[in-house]
């Protein structure tokens, strides 16, 4: 697989699953980065003092669903504008009003970070007493949170440079940039965390100073190659301030994904209550935790190779290719389900020992990530189709039907299927288990046939 981003030309007409690796290979490098900082911020707090490790690691899991509230919802509207917009306009050929529309979305994601990270540092404590009554997990997570939000603009710059340059095709750049800060993070947990090199040891607060000082410089790197033009974009100032029509056109195609995000991340939000009201509430988080960013290894190809999906799915619309974008689907639809049964079967055999690796000495919490593992890994394949599906409509401009799915997803199925069999059943943090997964199958399920209805055929530009 060559690391060279494909033309215009190739993504239209090359071959399917050749192209979408060399669109997707710099995103799968990039995932795994990615999935090694998450792994890296649970290995170094798990090496923290036993009585101390287990509410940092339930902090960080309690932390990240309000982070995620709060910025899914430009980071959802910002991301599917700018991947339907600049993916069709350069597939027609409008190599201008390509570059025109991500400035407009780079200056209304940057305001609304500033404003957002405000909001977030203002109501996070009050919200962290409402989801977690353990005393212990919400001081670790209000220490986390508060930094974190400090830097809420550096979270989402990042992700626009990223969802921007894959609609071109090029997903190298923003693997030397975006993977270039995690590998920073990376590096400076022990540093920060533990206290090596005779810094002070911060324990949680240095896991979050990591991750501002790394994000921060990912944008500043981004913002000077773009500054300096990459392919069709080029961030030019006189593009940036607002032109209310394209906003409103931009809304009205992103606005559903952000309302779908936004709503799954709070129903992430009161799951993690819900699982906060466990008997076992800090080892249930902490194992929940653990296991959720070791199944984040499941994702590392299927995400990357998504990214391709959905450019070269928006591509083929814009140069109304309905043909090759119905190829396109079918074949990498095969392809995601069939990574994500091999890779889930391959973790499931693992569970316990992975779980392990990241907090010795913990039993209680090793027991709880393993059968997490051992529960979610059956209903995988299945979310994956249902991410498959997201990456298609993505591409197409095509959001509400995808919304709508998520949403129901969350709220009519894993939240009230988790709460019936945790509660008033009493299966505990395993009926937890079982709720998301079996969420996960029927809403794969759906998803599979939103794909058969066609409703995607159709593009949003002119």
Same mark, same amino acid.
């Given at each position: 697989m060559r690391l060279k981003a494909p033309t215009r030309e190739e993504i239209l007409e090359g071959p399917v699953l050749r192209t979408m690796a060399r669109i997707g290979g710099p995103a799968v490098l990039s995932s795994l980065i990615f999935t090694f900082y998450n792994l890296a911020d649970a290995f170094w707090i798990g090496r923290l003092p036993a009585e101390e490790a287990g509410a940092a690691v339930a902090g960080i #899991? %309690?932390?990240?669903?309000?982070?995620? $509230?709060?910025?899914?919802? %430009?980071?959802?509207?910002?991301?599917? =504008?700018? &991947?339907?917009? %600049?993916? !069709?306009?350069? /597939?027609? /050929?409008?190599?201008?009003?390509?570059?025109?529309?991500?400035? !407009?979305?780079?200056? @209304?994601?940057?305001?609304?970070?500033?404003?957002?990270?405000?909001? /977030?540092?203002?109501? &996070?404590?009050?919200?962290?007493?409402?989801?977690?009554?353990?005393?212990?997990?919400?001081?670790? =997570?209000?220490?986390?949170? &508060?930094?974190?939000?400090?830097?809420?603009? $550096?979270?989402?710059?990042?992700?626009?440079?990223?969802?921007?340059?894959?609609?071109?095709?090029?997903?190298?750049?923003?693997?030397? %940039? *975006?993977?270039?800060?995690?590998?920073? *993070?990376i590096l400076l947990d022990p540093f920060f965390v533990l206290g090596w090199a005779g810094l002070p040891r911060m324990g949680i607060v240095g896991a979050a100073y990591a991750t501002l000082i790394s994000q921060a410089a990912a944008t500043a790197a981004g913002t000077v190659i773009l500054a300096r033009g990459r392919g069709h974009l080029r961030l030019i100032f006189r593009e940036m301030p607002p032109d209310w029509g394209?906003?409103?056109?931009?809304?009205?195609?992103?606005?559903?994904?952000?309302?779908? #995000?936004?709503?799954?991340?709070?129903?992430f939000v009161v799951l993690t209550g819900v699982i906060g009201r466990l008997p076992n509430a800090e080892a249930a988080l902490a194992g929940y935790g653990i296991g959720d960013r070791i199944l984040g290894l499941l994702f590392i190809l299927t995400d990357g190779l998504s990214v391709g999906l959905t450019t070269m799915v928006g591509q083929a619309l814009g140069a109304e290719k309905y043909a090759r974008a119905r190829e396109l689907v079918w074949k990498g639809l095969s392809l995601l389900f069939g990574l994500l049964a091999m890779e889930?079967?391959?973790?499931?055999?693992?569970?316990?020992?992975? @779980?392990?690796?990241?907090?010795?000495?913990? &039993?209680?919490?090793?027991?709880?990530?393993?059968?997490f593992i051992e529960i979610f890994a059956a209903g995988m394949p299945f979310l994956g189709a249902f991410f498959c599906a997201q990456a298609i409509f993505r591409g197409a401009g095509h959001n509400v039907p995808t919304m709508v799915l998520g949403i129901l997803r969350l709220w009519a199925l894993r939240i009230p299927l988790s709460y019936v069999f945790a509660f008033p059943l009493g299966w505990g943090d395993t009926g937890i288990w079982w709720g998301m997964s079996l969420s996960n199958v029927i809403s794969g399920l759906a998803a599979l046939a939103l794909l058969w209805s066609g409703t995607w055929q159709r593009r949003v530009v002119e």
């Amino acid at each position: 697989m060559r690391l060279k981003a494909p033309t215009r030309e190739e993504i239209l007409e090359g071959p399917v699953l050749r192209t979408m690796a060399r669109i997707g290979g710099p995103a799968v490098l990039s995932s795994l980065i990615f999935t090694f900082y998450n792994l890296a911020d649970a290995f170094w707090i798990g090496r923290l003092p036993a009585e101390e490790a287990g509410a940092a690691v339930a902090g960080i #899991q %309690v932390s990240w669903p309000i982070v995620w $509230f709060l910025i899914s919802f %430009v980071a959802g509207f910002g991301g599917a =504008a700018v &991947s339907a917009f %600049v993916s !069709q306009y350069i /597939g027609a /050929g409008r190599f201008h009003e390509a570059n025109r529309a991500f400035n !407009q979305l780079f200056s @209304v994601a940057v305001f609304s970070g500033i404003a957002l990270g405000i909001l /977030g540092f203002a109501i &996070s404590p009050w919200l962290l007493g409402l989801l977690v009554p353990e005393g212990g997990v919400a001081r670790a =997570a209000n220490l986390y949170i &508060s930094v974190i939000f400090l830097g809420l603009p $550096f979270m989402l710059v990042p992700g626009l440079f990223h969802f921007g340059l894959a609609a071109t095709g090029d997903t190298i750049t923003p693997l030397l %940039v *975006n993977g270039g800060g995690t590998l920073l *993070n990376i590096l400076l947990d022990p540093f920060f965390v533990l206290g090596w090199a005779g810094l002070p040891r911060m324990g949680i607060v240095g896991a979050a100073y990591a991750t501002l000082i790394s994000q921060a410089a990912a944008t500043a790197a981004g913002t000077v190659i773009l500054a300096r033009g990459r392919g069709h974009l080029r961030l030019i100032f006189r593009e940036m301030p607002p032109d209310w029509g394209f906003v409103l056109r931009a809304l009205r195609v992103g606005m559903p994904a952000a309302v779908g #995000q936004s709503s799954v991340a709070f129903g992430f939000v009161v799951l993690t209550g819900v699982i906060g009201r466990l008997p076992n509430a800090e080892a249930a988080l902490a194992g929940y935790g653990i296991g959720d960013r070791i199944l984040g290894l499941l994702f590392i190809l299927t995400d990357g190779l998504s990214v391709g999906l959905t450019t070269m799915v928006g591509q083929a619309l814009g140069a109304e290719k309905y043909a090759r974008a119905r190829e396109l689907v079918w074949k990498g639809l095969s392809l995601l389900f069939g990574l994500l049964a091999m890779e889930a079967l391959a973790l499931w055999m693992l569970r316990k020992p992975l @779980v392990e690796l990241f907090i010795p000495g913990r &039993s209680d919490v090793i027991a709880v990530g393993a059968k997490f593992i051992e529960i979610f890994a059956a209903g995988m394949p299945f979310l994956g189709a249902f991410f498959c599906a997201q990456a298609i409509f993505r591409g197409a401009g095509h959001n509400v039907p995808t919304m709508v799915l998520g949403i129901l997803r969350l709220w009519a199925l894993r939240i009230p299927l988790s709460y019936v069999f945790a509660f008033p059943l009493g299966w505990g943090d395993t009926g937890i288990w079982w709720g998301m997964s079996l969420s996960n199958v029927i809403s794969g399920l759906a998803a599979l046939a939103l794909l058969w209805s066609g409703t995607w055929q159709r593009r949003v530009v002119e």
